[in-house]
């Protein structure tokens, strides 16, 4: 689905893509979520290199999304979290996006896109 930004700066056409889809990705997002898990890896058909690959843009770019859907929780919901909050990685995301309005999603990086996207960030997963 394509729409037209109505922001009077900006008038670019976007794409909307579903959320079991990733930007950019060849593997659906929850091949990806199953990859990175810690606790329980999942085997995929992808190459090693390319696990390794998500893994490590995952830990380089969760520590900025937490901080974004925290300063939107703080900001567009009014929720407050602890931010002495030991619980780290996938479990952690997942614990901030159940403090946001329920919205279905296929997985947690969709979810997590979404409530970026919705709230002005460019940053996803």
Not at 78 to 91: K, T
Request: charged letters at 20%; proline letters at 5%; one cysteine or more.
């Amino acid at each position: 689905m394509q729409v037209l930004c109505t922001n009077r700066d900006c008038k670019k056409t976007h794409v909307i893509i579903p959320d079991f889809l990733n930007p950019y990705k060849r593997y659906v997002g929850a091949e990806i979520e199953a990859a990175i898990e810690p606790e329980n890896p999942v085997v995929t058909n992808a190459e090693e290199s390319t696990i390794q690959r998500w893994k490590r843009q995952f830990s380089q770019r969760l520590p900025h999304i937490l901080n974004i859907l925290i300063r939107l929780l703080v900001t567009e919901y009014a929720n407050m979290m602890s931010l002495l909050d030991s619980s780290s990685g996938l479990h952690r995301l997942r614990r901030i996006l159940n403090l946001f309005p329920d919205r279905t999603a296929a997985t947690t990086f969709g979810r997590a896109n979404a409530e970026l996207f919705g709230g002005g960030s460019i940053l996803y997963f």
